[in-house]
């Protein structure tokens, strides 16, 4: 088993943060929850995300928050730079779950790479 330690960011009452939760306790996996509500998203993780995956692939643009935003507000977000600014100001506006552990960063539900970073 990777031994590295794995942080899930997110909010506790995703469904999708859920089933990343529930998955990695089934198989006994110790992580760190990180809370974006109550300890809101760090630059630094944000920073380490970008050089990893592509900023489109962070920004929900399915979800609520993008879609209330202005759309000027969304038309704004173009590269990451602009990606970052809108997920620094509206944490809920970040894909989730967000799993790092050692330099690997995946995004949302995804059971194979799960699956390969801890086995």
Not at 24 to 34: P, V
Not at 39 to 66: C, E, F, I, Y
Request: aromatic letters at 8%; a positive charge.
């Amino acid at each position: 088993m990777n031994t590295a330690s794995i942080t899930v960011y997110g909010i506790p009452n995703c469904d999708s943060v859920k089933k990343a939760r529930v998955w990695l306790s089934e198989r006994g996996i110790d992580y760190t929850f990180h809370d974006f509500k109550k300890q809101g998203v760090p630059a630094t993780a944000v920073d380490l995300w970008l050089s990893h995956v592509s900023w489109d692939m962070l920004v929900n643009r399915k979800g609520t928050t993008w879609r209330k935003l202005d759309p000027a507000r969304q038309a704004r977000v173009t590269d990451a730079a602009s990606a970052r600014h809108l997920m620094l100001e509206h944490a809920s506006v970040i894909k989730r779950p967000v799993m790092v552990t050692g330099q690997e960063v995946i995004v949302g539900v995804n059971l194979e790479a799960w699956q390969r970073v801890v086995g």
